[in-house]
């Protein structure tokens, strides 16, 4: 029964879908096009600042636009790409069927997806948030913004933060309890790896934020007074809660990124990851120390010299291990036979803009230095070297990594690589330029710049690199559509990995392995071309290598039921989102929604008959 | 094509690099008049040139890495390496020495810049955050002015910074770095400018529509300069001369001014807006967004909404007589 379900297509497949790798499509779509829309924000944001003192956009507009552009990017274009490549690969990666909670990874999707459709709402409304994507406190407070627009941005974040922390959850118990017989923790995958410490980290940093924004929720809709000064209250408590959970969300973004390109190096330089363990407790500790470098982001706010100074210590302490992954990474490539495909073309480029931005990041670590260099464009170089050089990078090398695993067949690779090419002279030639002008003096978040203060010719720059970034999905898109048409053939493993993934077909049948393969070590694929580092590692040769998998299941396979379920309760959520936003009565009826989703879900049976 | 790119590139570097040398750049960091800015500075340099040494290193092996590297036809599969305890070592210690040079005279730095000024002579100057303007009170000498302060040379200047409102940040690039103001607390910064001019500055914390145009200007005098400006500008206004500008302080009275904006020694005493008394003398109009001459002022007046969108002053039914009788009488307030 499961298995036919799962092999029919049509909406209402997608609906009721719990298999992770649709649900990972559907997050990777939808997060795609959110990365369009918030690309064409910042797309207009450069426009009108191509000149001193242009009027394309208002004030108003540019501000919202600004706001829009950063929320979108963190939580509906970045997380939701992250949690794609989670849903795609993990699994794949630890032999198992699918994540342990399949339902609530459905639930996951859909109160992300309604929370960014929410959030857009505020467009046609013409209400759209205007405070930033940090929105600071008092600003954001009802006296100084009495729209709806803070409101819009505050619903959709709370709505979209309980489907990012039924994910983090989701991940870390998967990773925790699903992995395949053998497959102990220093065997698994740099990806698996990552994806563990990022969930641990979702779990730890939403908390804070979700305090904070309820707070806001209150303090604008109740008349409380969390941070209003007036009242005796400091406001600098926001940020706080803000900035508690905004680094971590740095890492979060950052360290799958990492996670990708240790898998995709290795399997391009056809040599082992150089200092496995090193690169995994590199992560840990990138993740550890990430929870303690918060007041980074508030140096300016005058907390005093004891308190910058131990920040600014901690903040350096990360530039550690941030090298160690770097020059890990190089040693892997040192004495490897290296295939620039257009996956390892991002890997590469990945750790040559990562390394800008991780300088430029020690700059600012000094809080001094910083004190000139916050809220300028400076900043916005730095953190844009760190998220697109970085992140999407990353998170476009493992697309052309997986993509044939996902679809079964192959992108262009001149194609590719025309993306590529484009993509990383677009990111020089629009945030380089930013170096300059913030150091000249510019500062973030302003709709116009005077004329006379010498900043024309990088903000000209800049503007054009903005096209370039435009023109860069060019190859993309014509790729995506020459593949749709007549892409060749994937098979199992066209690239020659060395991980658990390239063991089963592509695409990948919807209970993955036919049967669950035993792991004896790390990297199994290339165990006959592996010396291994010590007797107690590698055991018998040869009987460790999962088997080729029959398209056929030998033995049963028992796999979740589909469900609506997990898309009511997301409905009955998304309802008591609009209510709040004045209607007592939705919020009520969107509560009784939500209440028989709930309890519809906790007595629906998660197993049919057995599958054949 | 590759090596024409990286050619290209350079190029285009050495145009930045040129760009940012030369050339008037009145709010840049890397041009600093004073003690505190010249820190910072020089922190900065130091930091920068350990960052491009690092840089040139690992751009330098991993274009090695991408060149010899590179699979050939024929290669077989390379020896595989699990990793190396004393490599890793070794890029452990390097950087972690590189940050301890940082950290020391960044920490040195810290225990200057964030620590009140030890100068007891120094010049209190109240400033006070406003959507979109800043309000500066000399408590010594009995001033308040709006959007420009002077201050004298090679005198300590103690800012004690306060908000009416919303967070900003007090940012005057080539005399400090920034300082938030927050509603609730009163935040100090110092520092003893070291040479004359006009200082361009901006509110750098996101504070709402008109963000962008919170300008100010701090002028740095000679000491017998500064002592004129002080004391001409502790007197009330004087009442105006020519026949025209005695009209425009009838209009001014007899307007919705008076409710917001203050000319001490007037019936004006608004507080809600910048004080006006010596207006007349001051560079520019609407925090540092025109230059402060009779038809900029005029163009203010007839349409504050288009000059400056968003600010709370109304646009007052005026005609061009009683604007231009306005001008007169602003002008006058020196």
């Given at each position: 029964m499961a298995m036919t379900e799962a092999h029919s297509t049509g909406i209402w497949s997608w609906l009721t879908t719990v298999d992770h790798k649709r649900i990972a499509i559907m997050y990777f779509v939808v997060g795609f096009a959110f990365l369009l829309v918030a690309g064409f924000e910042g797309q207009l944001i450069r426009l009108q600042l191509a000149a001193p003192e242009r009027s394309f956009l208002d004030p108003d507009l540019y501000n919202q636009l600004f706001t829009m552009h950063g929320t979108t990017m963190v939580f509906f274009a970045g997380m939701p790409l992250v949690v794609a490549f989670f849903n795609f690969v993990v699994p794949l990666q630890i032999g198992?069927?699918?994540?342990?909670?399949p339902r609530l990874n459905a639930f996951s999707f859909w109160v992300f997806l309604f929370g960014g459709l929410f959030l857009y709402a505020s467009v046609p409304l013409r209400m759209m948030p205007d405070g930033g994507w940090f929105a600071y406190m008092p600003l954001t407070n009802r006296e100084y913004s009495p729209g709806l627009g803070i409101d819009f941005y505050v619903l959709s974040l709370l709505i979209s933060g309980v489907g990012s922390i039924a994910g983090g959850l989701n991940f870390l118990v998967t990773i925790l309890n699903m992995r395949a017989p053998g497959m102990t923790f220093m065997r698994m995958p740099l990806f698996t790896w990552m994806a563990l410490i990022v969930s641990a980290l979702i779990l730890l940093a939403f908390p804070p934020f979700t305090v904070g924004l309820i707070f806001m929720l209150f303090d604008r809709s109740f008349g409380t007074h969390f941070f209003d000064a007036a009242a005796g209250a400091d406001p600098i408590l926001w940020q706080h809660l803000f900035w508690v959970f905004g680094h971590p969300e740095v890492y979060i973004l950052i360290l799958p990124a990492f996670g990708i390109v240790s898998d995709v190096i290795p399997t391009f330089s056809r040599k082992?990851?150089?200092?496995y363990p090193v690169v995994v407790f590199s992560g840990v500790l990138i993740a550890f120390l990430g929870f303690g470098v918060w007041v980074h982001h508030m140096f300016s706010v005058g907390l005093g010299p004891v308190v910058n100074a131990v920040f600014g210590g901690a903040t350096m302490l990360i530039a550690i291990p941030t090298g160690i992954k770097i020059f890990n990474w190089i040693a892997t490539m040192w004495g490897g036979r290296l295939r620039f495909r257009t996956a390892m073309l991002y890997a590469a480029g990945l750790v040559a803009t990562f390394t800008i931005g991780g300088l430029s990041g020690v700059m600012h670590s000094s809080p001094p230095a910083d004190l000139q260099q916050t809220d300028t464009y400076f900043v916005v170089a730095h953190f844009h070297y760190v998220l697109i050089g970085g992140t999407v990078f990353g998170l476009f090398c493992g697309f052309y990594y997986w993509f044939p695993k996902a679809t079964g067949r192959m992108l262009h690779e001149g194609l590719g690589k025309a993306h590529f090419w484009l993509t990383f002279l677009a990111l020089n030639v629009t945030f380089f330029p930013m170096h300059f002008s913030g150091l000249l003096g510019m500062p973030r978040r302003t709709y116009t710049y005077a004329e006379g203060l010498g900043l024309d010719i990088f903000n000209l720059i800049s503007t054009i690199g903005a096209f370039i970034f435009t023109l860069s999905f060019v190859p993309l898109v014509w790729n995506l559509w020459r593949t749709w048409r007549r892409g060749e053939a994937a098979g199992p493993n066209p690239w020659d990995a060395s991980t658990l993934e390239w063991t089963t077909a592509s695409p990948p049948p919807h209970y993955n392995f036919a049967e669950i393969p035993t792991v004896d070590r790390r990297d199994p694929l290339w165990h006959p071309y592996i010396e291994p580092e010590s007797r107690d590692e590698g055991d018998e040769p040869g009987g460790a290598v999962p088997r080729r998998q029959p398209d056929e299941p030998p033995e049963p396979v028992v796999m979740p039921n589909p469900s609506y379920w997990p898309l009511v309760l997301a409905v009955g959520m998304l309802l008591m989102t609009i209510g709040a936003l004045g209607s007592l009565g939705l919020t009520l009826f969107g509560l009784l929604v939500t209440a028989v989703g709930l309890f519809a879900w906790a007595f629906e049976p998660p197993f049919g008959e057995e599958a054949h | 094509m590759r090596r024409r790119a990286i050619a290209a590139l350079v190029l285009f570097l050495g145009v930045l690099v040129s760009q940012g040398c030369g050339g008037e750049y009145p709010q840049s960091t890397l041009h600093p008049s004073s003690d505190s800015a010249t820190l910072i500075d020089q922190l900065f340099d130091q930091i920068f040139w350990w960052a491009v040494g690092v840089f040139v290193v690992v751009g330098g092996i991993l274009i090695y890495v991408f060149v010899r590297f590179r699979e050939r036809p024929g290669d077989g599969r390379p020896k595989q390496v699990h990793g190396h305890l004393l490599l890793e070592v070794g890029w452990t210690l390097a950087p972690a020495l590189i940050l301890v040079a940082i950290a020391i005279p960044t920490m040195r730095a810290i225990f200057i810049i964030d620590?009140?000024?030890?100068?007891?002579e120094a010049l209190v100057v109240e400033v006070i955050g406003k959507q979109w303007w800043w309000e500066f009170r000399y408590p010594e000498l009995g001033i308040v002015t709006a959007n420009e302060a002077h201050v004298p040379l090679g005198r300590t200047v103690d800012l004690r910074l306060r908000s009416a409102d919303v967070m900003h940040s007090f940012w005057v690039p080539r005399l400090a770095g920034k300082r938030d103001l927050v509603p609730g607390i009163e935040n100090q910064l110092w520092f003893r400018p070291d040479s004359v001019g006009v200082y361009h500055g901006q509110c750098a914390?996101?504070?709402?529509?008109a963000h962008a145009l919170m300008g100010m200007r701090l002028i740095v005098d000679e000491p017998a300069d500064f002592e004129r400006w002080a004391r001409a500008n502790a007197e009330p206004a004087s009442t105006p001369a020519d026949a025209e500008a005695r009209a425009g302080q009838g209009v001014f009275m007899a307007n919705a001014c008076v409710s917001c904006h203050a000319v001490r020694g007037t019936p004006a005493e608004g507080q809600f807006g910048p004080d006006l008394t010596h207006f007349g003398s001051r560079l520019t109009i609407a925090s540092g967004v025109l230059e402060n001459t009779p038809e900029n002022l005029a163009r203010w007046l007839d349409s504050t909404q288009h000059v400056k969108p968003g600010n709370p002053m109304p646009e007052v039914e005026l005609s061009d007589a009683q604007i231009r009788q306005l001008v007169a009488y602003l002008g006058s307030l020196r």
């Open positions: 198992a069927r699918d994540v342990a909670f082992i990851l150089f200092g | 620590r009140s000024t030890p100068d007891p914390e996101f504070c709402g529509t």
